[in-house]
């Protein structure tokens, strides 16, 4: 795929670390220019290198900082993006927050966490692309594999993340007409901080075993997945949910 995407512009949230870095390298050598936003100013250091690393690729790459659940950083990015790079091509939505406790420990606090992280962020962020991605564009959500099976001590993630596939199936055929595509990504547990920060070594387990390897997932295994949905001659395919998770499709208890 290399060289398909030069001359087009793409943002990653949540695109300095993680599952957002993996994608943001892959856009990088399919020859995107890149945006890369991250939540913390203590990441600072870690943007610095991310932009680094796209550089080393051949990308020209900035990274903003903000957070995206206001609607004024949402829209002061895409400004940012559209300043630096005069276009805007690509977005690949990577947010998220997990809560992990059963509905009924669940806080008020943690619930509007959750929906302003989880399910704010990507309707804002499709509410600009509304406006202001170019034509031929490509939309990528992540949401996670618990929005099609069955698990306790999920709610607060699994219901967050599943409005955003609604947003996407709608979105898509809203801007279908500009050749805007419009996709989830559904993973499986990944090996990841993100993960591993919500999860203990017995549900970590717990969870490898619910997939046909028996193992979780490796970040690694989702880039092909997004690159496929970010090349132009994915265009027939949108409105659609794609689940990574290593045969983890049924319900779980």
């Given at each position: ?63 903003v ?30 947010s ?46 992540m ?7 069955t ?26 007409h ?20 919500a ?48 045969g ?5 208890n």
């Amino acid at each position: 795929m290399t060289g398909k995407l030069t001359g087009k512009v793409a943002i990653v949230t949540g695109g300095t670390a993680n599952l957002g870095r993996l994608f943001a390298q892959a856009l990088a050598d399919d020859g995107a220019n890149l945006v890369l936003h991250y939540n913390s100013p203590r990441r600072e250091q870690e943007a610095l290198e991310a932009v680094n690393d796209m550089k080393a690729r051949g990308a020209e790459a900035i990274a903003v900082q903000g957070d995206l659940t206001g609607t004024a950083t949402v829209t002061g990015l895409i400004d940012a993006t559209l300043q630096r790079f005069g276009q805007w091509d690509i977005l690949v939505n990577t947010s998220g927050i997990i809560v992990r406790k059963p509905l009924q420990e669940t806080t008020e606090q943690e619930f509007d966490a959750s929906i302003a992280i989880n399910t704010k962020i990507p309707f804002f962020l499709m509410k600009e692309a509304a406006g202001r991605m170019a034509d031929n564009g490509r939309i990528i959500n992540m949401v996670t594999t618990q929005v099609a099976v069955t698990a306790p001590t999920y709610s607060a993630y699994a219901g967050s993340k599943a409005p955003v596939e609604h947003f996407t199936k709608a979105f898509a055929k809203e801007i279908g007409h500009r050749g805007i595509t419009v996709n989830c990504i559904a993973p499986g547990p990944q090996k990841t901080s993100f993960l591993y920060g919500a999860e203990t070594d017995e549900t970590l387990a717990w969870l490898a075993g619910q997939t046909i390897s028996g193992e979780l997932g490796d970040p690694v295994d989702v880039v092909p997945v997004m690159r496929f949905l970010a090349a132009p001659e994915t265009r027939w395919v949108t409105a659609q949910t794609v689940y990574v998770n290593g045969g983890m499709i049924s319900p779980i208890n």
